[in-house]
Nanobody, 119 residues
Framework: QVQLVESGGGLVQAGGSLRLSCTAS????????MGWYRQAPGKERALVAS????????YYADSVKGRFTISRDNAKNTVYLQMNSLKPEDTAIYYC????????????WGQGTQVTVSS
């Protein structure tokens, strides 16, 4: 497993932008797929975006397609989530997660960072 630390959350007005960062410890970051999940009050945690270990493949939930972009810098052990055109319904705690490449289990989690979008 890797240890993950998120940063970059905060309060923003609707239509604004934020960039989340997640830095991983260890020397094997490049062998992990990375993902961003979010959990709003009263809702289950859901996958927002993911990126493969190589950065070649990405996935986005329908609700964020065209607005969010996931990227990674393996030299810095960091994955990013650029969030544009934010909406109040994007308000949630955002969690970074990691899974070994070619596996299904998201086994490593960060502590979460709060994103609040005001209308």
């Amino acid at each position: 497993q890797v240890q993950l630390v998120e940063s970059g959350g905060g309060l923003v007005q609707a239509g604004g932008s934020l960039r989340l960062s997640c830095t991983a410890s260890g020397r094997t970051f490049s062998s992990y797929d990375m993902g961003w999940y979010r959990q709003a009050p009263g809702k289950e945690r859901a996958l927002v975006a993911s990126i493969s270990w190589s950065g070649v493949s990405t996935y986005y939930a329908d609700s964020v397609k065209g607005r969010f972009t996931i990227s990674r810098d393996n030299a810095k052990n960091t994955v990013y989530l650029q969030m544009n055109s934010l909406k109040p319904e994007d308000t949630a705690i955002y969690y970074c997660s990691a899974r070994p490449a070619l596996t299904d289990a998201w086994g490593s989690w960060g502590q979460g960072t709060q994103v609040t979008v005001s209308s």
